[in-house]
């Protein structure tokens, strides 16, 4: 793994705001990657509060969001064509194998991408 760097998937992210004690350990004392998505998906759930608008951007205050490059691009369409994938979750491994970080995520469609760093985790 990469020191206490970790790329995180958005249901990741849910699992922490819903209060999963085992996500909170596992990302303790950890810095926080995550896709420009991820930070869209969040912030775009329909019937979200400010309350809940205002928990989630504390959130994501505390990550490095990564926004698209050209080199992701390029690995984003290799990995949509190759494995048919939905482009949102080409977009976020695309970006955690730029960084060469781990990504944690519990989306079994990851596991298609052998050469990914991946962290499963199992809710």
Known sequence: MSGNKLFLDTN?????LEGDETVSELLNNKQF???FITQLELLSFPGLTKKDISIIERLLSECVIIDINSEIKATTTNLRR???IKLPDCII????LY???P????DDDFKKIDHLNLLFYKK
């Open 12 to 16: 990741i992210i849910l699992y922490l």
């Open 33 to 35: 990657y995550i896709s």
């Open 82 to 84: 190759k494995f048919k």
């Open 93 to 96: 491994a695309a970006t955690s």
């Open 99 to 101: 960084l060469d970080l």
């Open 103 to 106: 990504l944690i995520t519990a």
